[in-house]
T-cell receptor
Framework: GNSVTQMEGPVTLSEEAFLTINCTYTATGYPSLFWYVQYPGEGLQLLLKATKADDKGSNKGFEATYRKETTSFHLEKGSVQVSDSAVYFCALSGSGANSKLTFGKGITLSVRP | GAGVSQSPSNKVTEKGKDVELRCDPISGHTALYWYRQRLGQGLEFLIYFQGNSAPDKSGLPSDRFSAERTGESVSTLTIQRTQQEDSAVYLC?????????????FGPGTRLTVL
């Protein structure tokens, strides 16, 4: 079945540091890939997505590239802000009928001033 | 406009009791999903509704779990004879359709604690 593996956390960075959060996946067919974010006290929301190989999703300064050869979708940001402190989830949607999401365990990012 | 809403936001119950969780999807969204997030884990898919089609129940962990949805409106997730391992945050999401991927919008969740 489908699965998503995220790097272990938590991650603590200083403001303006470079961020990489690793994500790899296992899936049959051609999944779509996503990063979701959950800010403190808020619901889960879509951060970015990529629906085919070599696509790059981007939003709010975050980027992730769908790498089929390495089955990866690593999240990067060049300069993090305190407001980026949140829990980040990598997820995939398979090519099946119902588009259910398969999530990684999530990683907590804390950015200090 | 209004997003996905869920109630209650928190529920504490005793082992063996039944609980009912409610989800109000975004108006016009035909697809509705329930997920569960246990402590330190990612979200696990539970059940999916699409319009009037038969629901996909493949993620329900046991026959103590059931869910209903009338048309494209409210859904309820019922857990009978709750166990401590049922303690989790239960999240509902809705989207417009499922041919190809459409963004799922999540509610704030219901935190269930079984004592």
């Amino acid at each position: 079945g489908n699965s998503v593996t995220q790097m272990e956390g938590p991650v603590t960075l200083s403001e303006e540091a470079f961020l990489t959060i690793n994500c790899t996946y296992t899936a049959t067919g051609y999944p779509s890939l996503f990063w979701y974010v959950q800010y403190p006290g808020e619901g889960l929301q879509l951060l970015l997505k990529a629906t085919k190989a070599d696509d790059k999703g981007s939003n709010k300064g975050f980027e992730a590239t769908y790498r089929k050869e390495t089955t990866s979708f690593h999240l990067e940001k060049g300069s993090v802000q305190v407001s980026d402190s949140a829990v980040y989830f990598c997820a995939l949607s398979g090519s099946g009928a119902n588009s259910k999401l398969t999530f990684g365990k999530g990683i907590t990012l804390s950015v200090r001033p | 406009g209004a997003g996905v809403s869920q109630s209650p936001s928190n529920k504490v119950t005793e082992k063996g009791k039944d609980v009912e969780l409610r989800c109000d999807p975004i108006s016009g969204h035909t697809a509705l999903y329930w997920y569960r997030q246990r402590l330190g884990q990612g979200l696990e898919f539970l059940i999916y509704f699409q319009g009037n089609s038969a629901p996909d129940k493949s993620g329900l962990p046991s026959d103590r779990f059931s869910a209903e949805r009338t048309g494209e409106s409210v859904s309820t997730l019922t857990i009978q004879r709750t166990q401590q391992e049922d303690s989790a945050v239960y999240l509902c999401a809705s989207s417009t359709r499922t041919s190809g991927y459409n963004e799922q919008f999540f509610g704030p969740g219901t935190r269930l604690t079984v004592l």
